[in-house]
Nanobody, 124 residues
Framework: QVQLVESGGGLVQTGGSLRLSCAASGRSFNSYAMGWFRQAPGKEREFVATVNWSGFSRNYADSVKGRFTISVDNAKKTVYLLMNSLKPEDTAVYYC?????????????????WGQGTQVTVSS
């Protein structure tokens, strides 16, 4: 079992920045690819970014490329999501996830372990 605890959400103006943190613990958590998903009101949860614990393999959703950066700190067992140039459409609950992997046979990503979520609100 893997436990994930997010922090760092909040209210920010358009063009601003936030950094989300995800503290990981539990059995073999560092053998899993980690990532972030988000869910806006009335919409399905969507993939944002993924990274492995070496930090060398990263993937991003097209909607956040060039603005968001995912990273890991192995010593702190923490995954980060630095969000720059935020837009109102980035408003959502952001979830940290573990064992992130592409779906088989169709676009998108899935995960096995989830944090409780942290709210990010971008005002226009």
């Amino acid at each position: 079992q893997v436990q994930l605890v997010e922090s760092g959400g909040g209210l920010v103006q358009t063009g601003g920045s936030l950094r989300l943190s995800c503290a990981a613990s539990g059995r073999s958590f560092n053998s899993y690819a980690m990532g972030w998903f988000r869910q806006a009101p009335g919409k399905e949860r969507e993939f944002v970014a993924t990274v492995n614990w070496s930090g060398f393999s990263r993937n991003y959703a097209d909607s956040v490329k060039g603005r968001f950066t995912i990273s890991v700190d192995n010593a702190k067992k923490t995954v980060y999501l630095l969000m720059n140039s935020l837009k109102p459409e980035d408003t959502a609950v952001y979830y940290c996830a573990a064992n992130v992997r592409p779906y088989l046979g169709r676009p998108g990503y899935e995960a096995d372990y989830w944090g409780q979520g942290t709210q990010v609100t971008v005002s226009s």
